[in-house]
């Protein structure tokens, strides 16, 4: 196992695996995004390990030097201050090098922001989407909010705790009407869920401290377009689909019924 992608906890240092733990300890090098965070979990676990820095400022040079030990066989560990690596954290750029290399890499799941703050806000729908961190550019989140007015399910974002309020004074100008919820420092001492319309929140929320994740409940699902479905179906028979296939497709698409279309579309 030269590369193992590890979760660590988002908040509470209890809520690391068994399997981490031991990756960890067995691992010749455990690269870390802040060596002084990851050596907090590691002393409250009992676990000794050579540390070395993996972050967004020296990652291209970090991959450069690391992929050859990695080919050579060497076991590492890769993690980052919470949750995921890659996942809006560095890592991406080693995974990549390392499978184009032919290096085996194993990921070792655990705790994620976007799932438990999707699960704490009762927002959840059967689909939804990962935003990353909000844009920055008032002109960028405005279009991010327009994407969201047409998005019929729940939608996640991380965003900083110096950005909340005003972030959600721009999304209150395009989704002012839609259900939403800040969680504030999940898993930890005074993890928090304010819930209400983005409208309600953005005159609610003042100045906040510590890790946020927002989410975005869904809006209500735009009515299928029976006629464009079936002329749908028409376009990819004539592509050579079978119609009772095309007429499956497309009625998972649209939600308009299946024995509907392959009627209208004859």
């Known amino acids: 196992m030269p590369l193992a992608v590890c979760a660590t906890p988002i908040g509470n240092l209890e809520d690391v695996t068994l399997r981490v733990l031991r990756e960890l300890a067995e691992a010749d090098v455990v690269l870390c995004e802040d060596t002084r965070h990851t050596r907090k979990l590691l002393e409250r676990h009992g676990v000794r390990a050579r540390l070395l820095s993996y972050h967004q400022h020296n990652e291209a040079q970090r991959t ?50 976007v799932e438990t703050a999707l699960v704490a806000s009762g927002l959840v729908s059967e689909r939804y989407q990962f935003l990353g961190y909000l844009p920055r550019g008032e002109k960028a989140l405005l279009s991010v909010a327009e994407e969201l007015a047409a998005w019929p399910y729940a939608a996640v974002a991380f965003e900083s705790p110096q950005r909340l309020q005003a972030s959600l004074h721009v999304l209150a100008r395009v989704i002012p009407d839609r259900d939403a919820a800040v969680c504030r420092e999940l898993t930890k001492r005074f993890e928090e869920v304010a819930g209400g319309t983005v409208a309600e929140l953005a005159q609610r929320i003042g100045e906040v401290k510590g890790e946020i994740t927002l989410v975005v409940g869904g809006g209500e699902t735009p009515p299928a377009d ?38 209208t579309s004859l």
Not at 83 to 95: H, K
Not at 103 to 113: C, Y
Not at 229 to 257: F, H, I, K, P, Y
């Open 64 to 113: 450069a030097a690391l992929l050859p030990r990695l080919e050579a066989g060497e076991r590492l560990a890769l993690v980052s201050d919470s949750g995921l690596p890659a996942i809006s954290d560095p890592g991406a750029r080693l995974v990549r090098a390392a499978l184009e290399a032919g290096v085996p890499v194993t990921v070792l799941p655990g705790p994620s922001a």
């Open 226 to 263: 029976a006629g464009a479905a079936a002329a749908a179906v028409a376009e990819l028979a004539a592509a050579g689909l079978s119609r009772r296939q095309a007429a499956d497709v497309v009625a998972r698409l649209t939600g308009v019924g299946r024995n509907q279309l392959y009627r």
